[in-house]
């Protein structure tokens, strides 16, 4: 069973870059079937699909986040990251780390952490 | 991208009742459909795949159906556990995309 777990800080300074890690157990990061993904919540609001790093490395980004987006695989450490950069308040949300090995559903998330964009 | 949206965005039921939420894609995305059930503080958890096809370990009163634009998610006897929210997520294609979720409060 895998289970994922997010880590980073809480808070975040507008224009600056957000950086949040997701620990993978019960699983191989290497495995070619997963899409590690990140998803968030703004306040209030429905789930906005971020973007996933799939096998090989290949990454599929949110259009919408692109330009400021990276997400990336750290094996040694079987982890996953991702880096947002020039956030505002309106990047203010419950991040989310999931993943899943069929048709893009998401069977497997962590806990959530909120981020907050603010001076 | 497509749009999906949710139907009520606010539902009040009593234990035992039979209860339908709906879900409409903006276009076609053949069965490539999720349901999700969301509490406070806890992991989301994904209740029903592929339009019709149950998570392992979710409960049988759960089920879905639907194709092309139009799903539903019924749950045929609401448990006190089921008060939270749903919402459906489209992987049809990229960028996914999710509903704006229905509230299930008890009435």
């Known amino acids: 069973q895998v289970q994922l777990q997010e880590s980073g800080p809480g808070l975040v300074k507008p224009s600056q870059t957000l950086s949040l890690t997701c620990t993978v157990s019960g699983g191989s990061i290497r495995s070619g079937n997963y899409y590690w993904s990140w998803i968030r919540q703004h306040p209030g609001k429905g789930l906005e699909w971020i973007g996933y790093?799939?096998?090989?490395?290949?990454?599929y980004y949110n259009p919408s986040l692109k330009s400021r987006l990276n997400i990336s695989v750290d094996t040694s450490k079987n982890q996953f990251s991702l880096l947002l950069s020039s956030v505002s308040a309106a990047d203010t949300a419950v991040y989310y780390c999931?993943?899943?090995?069929?048709?893009?559903?998401?069977?497997?998330w962590g806990q959530g952490t909120l981020v907050a964009v603010s001076s | 991208d497509i749009q999906m949206t949710q139907s009520p965005s606010s539902l009040s039921a009593s234990v035992g009742d039979r209860v339908t939420i709906t879900c409409r894609a903006s276009q076609s995305i053949s069965i490539y459909l999720n349901w999700y059930q969301l509490k406070p503080g806890i992991a989301p958890k994904l209740l029903i795949f592929g339009t019709t096809s149950l998570q392992s370990g979710v409960p049988s009163r759960f089920s879905g159906s639907g194709s092309g634009t139009d799903f539903t998610l019924t749950i045929s006897s609401l448990q006190p556990e089921d008060f939270a929210t749903y919402s459906c997520q489209q992987s049809y294609s990229i960028p996914y995309t999710f509903g704006q979720g229905t509230n299930l409060e008890i009435k």
């Open positions: 999931a993943t899943g090995v069929a048709s893009g559903s998401y069977p497997y």
């Open positions: 790093i799939y096998h090989r490395g290949n990454t």
